[in-house]
Nanobody, 125 residues
Framework: QVQLVESGGGLVQAGGSLRLSCAASGRTFGTYCMGWFRQAPGKERELVSSISASGGSTYYADSVKGRFTIARDNAKNTVYLQMSSLNPEDTAVYYC??????????????????WGQGTQVTVSS
């Protein structure tokens, strides 16, 4: 079982930046594909970005390309999401997730096995 704990959310003005962190328990972090999802009120949870177990492959949703960067430190069992040029449409609860595979090319929510509790990101205009 893997436990995921997100941190780094908060309130930021449009154009600002935040860095989310997700700390994972256990010894298998380095074998998991990791993802960041978000869910805005009244909307479905969507994949924002994912990163392969080694960090060599990444995926970004079109809405965040060029603004968000995902990274991981397997020695620290941590995955990060650096968010820049934030706008009000980025307001959501952001969730960290882990899949028991080195990489997921399908980017489906249902293929992630472990979830964090979420951290709120609010971008004011």
């Amino acid at each position: 079982q893997v436990q995921l704990v997100e941190s780094g959310g908060g309130l930021v003005q449009a154009g600002g930046s935040l860095r989310l962190s997700c700390a994972a328990s256990g010894r298998t972090f380095g074998t998991y594909c990791m993802g960041w999802f978000r869910q805005a009120p009244g909307k479905e949870r969507e994949l924002v970005s994912s990163i392969s177990a080694s960090g060599g492959s990444t995926y970004y949703a079109d809405s965040v390309k060029g603004r968000f960067t995902i990274a991981r430190d397997n020695a620290k069992n941590t995955v990060y999401l650096q968010m820049s040029s934030l706008n009000p449409e980025d307001t959501a609860v952001y969730y960290c997730a882990a899949a028991r595979t080195v990489w997921l090319s399908t980017h489906l929510l249902t293929e992630f096995d472990y979830w964090g509790q979420g951290t709120q990101v609010t971008v004011s205009s």
